[in-house]
């Protein structure tokens, strides 16, 4: 390497130096909001992951534990907004979009539940999640007189987990729903 490389060579190690550097306190604070959230403190969690999206502004996560630690704390409006912005940061991430369509049936908006959870790859669903989607997705179905949509979600759900009484009661829920009675 000649000499003329080597200012731009340092140039790029205080770049690098300085980005670690600015990294390691959102670092220390997405640590300490994830020992606040799985202690179940969600105030000081939601402190935490506070920080964490003002120093890291496109960190989807970050927007998402700040979501669900503001709607365990009851804040459901600011909650929404902090989930909404992780989808939108993470668009992919079905994880993020399950719990923005909890959130949104718990802000009893069923049509913005029923949008974002039918945005859902199921596949891309971890098995262990799949019962919890199929039963968020047949509430927001049904209370968009989706009946038909829930019916198959839930069944074909049941299919794989037929020990889970959640989606045994949003099948009944939703042959309900669909007028089936003798099916609920």
């Known amino acids: 390497m000649t000499h003329s490389h080597r200012p731009w060579l340092l140039v790029g190690l205080i770049a690098l130096l300085l980005a670690g550097g600015l990294a390691l306190p959102a670092q220390a604070e997405w640590t300490k909001g994830l020992e606040a959230y799985n202690k179940r403190d969600w105030a000081t969690a939601a402190k935490e992951f506070e920080e964490v999206t003002?120093?890291?502004?496109?960190?989807?996560?970050?927007?998402?534990?700040?979501?669900?630690?503001?709607?365990?704390?009851?804040?459901?409006?600011?909650?929404?907004?902090?989930?909404?912005?992780?989808?939108e940061l993470d668009p992919a991430n079905a994880s993020f979009k399950i719990g923005l369509g909890h959130a949104q049936l718990q802000g009893n908006r069923p049509q913005d539940a029923y949008t974002?959870?039918?945005?859902?790859?199921?596949?891309?669903?971890?098995?262990?999640?799949?019962?919890?989607?199929?039963?968020l997705f047949a509430q927001a179905a049904a209370?968009?007189?989706?009946?038909?949509?829930?019916?198959?979600?839930?069944?074909?759900?049941?299919?794989?987990?037929?020990?889970?009484?959640?989606p045994h009661q949003a099948l009944g829920v939703d042959y309900s729903t669909d007028g089936a009675d003798t099916k609920a």
Do not use: I
Request: glycine content about 8%; overall charge positive; charged content about 20%.
């Open 54 to 87: 003002k120093t890291n502004p496109d960190y989807a996560a970050g927007f998402y534990y700040l979501g669900l630690s503001q709607r365990s704390l009851g804040n459901l409006s600011p909650a929404l907004a902090s989930m909404q912005k992780a989808v």
């Open 116 to 135: 974002t959870l039918k945005g859902v790859d199921v596949a891309a669903v971890d098995a262990k999640q799949r019962s919890t989607y199929a039963v």
């Open 143 to 166: 209370k968009t007189n989706r009946g038909g949509e829930a019916v198959t979600v839930v069944s074909n759900q049941l299919k794989n987990d037929s020990h889970n009484a959640g």
